[in-house]
């Protein structure tokens, strides 16, 4: 199984073919991605399919850092990889407090 996905990973580079999990999952003789899911939870094959898979993670990981990365976020979120919004400064410092007045004025008659 290890050497049959290597080989999947040499023929995308060779190719310049992205590397996909189902892509990965059909050179290794299954029918997609569900079921290289399943053999990764069979204790015999789960070191395998953890290798196999962070090699795909790695190659969007990578991705990342292309002109046009929105794919590669997708695929990353499939990996448990999540989006953090983070507004301020250090943890440590105490919140930005501010404050807004608001005055009205009667406009002048002319």
């Given at each position: 199984?290890?050497?049959?996905?290597?080989?999947?990973?040499?023929?995308c580079k060779?190719?310049?073919?992205?590397?996909l999990?189902?892509?990965?999952?059909?050179?290794?003789?299954?029918?997609?991605?569900?079921?290289?899911?399943?053999?990764?939870?069979?204790?015999?094959?789960?070191?395998?399919?953890?290798?196999?898979k962070?090699?795909?993670?790695q190659?969007?990981?990578?991705?990342?850092?292309?002109?046009?990365?929105?794919?590669?976020?997708?695929?990353?979120?499939?990996?448990?990889?999540?989006d953090?919004?983070?507004?301020?400064?250090?943890?440590?410092?105490?919140?930005i407090?501010?404050?807004?007045?608001?005055?009205?004025?009667?406009?002048?008659?002319?």
């Amino acid at each position: 199984m290890l050497n049959a996905g290597y080989a999947y990973f040499n023929e995308c580079k060779l190719n310049e073919t992205p590397i996909l999990i189902t892509g990965l999952a059909l050179a290794l003789g299954l029918s997609g991605r569900e079921a290289l899911s399943e053999y990764g939870r069979r204790e015999e094959y789960s070191a395998t399919v953890k290798e196999l898979k962070s090699v795909c993670e790695q190659y969007a990981e990578n991705r990342l850092f292309s002109n046009n990365p929105t794919g590669a976020i997708f695929a990353l979120k499939n990996y448990g990889w999540t989006d953090k919004l983070a507004l301020g400064g250090a943890d440590d410092l105490p919140p930005i407090q501010a404050a807004i007045t608001v005055e009205f004025v009667k406009p002048n008659p002319q």
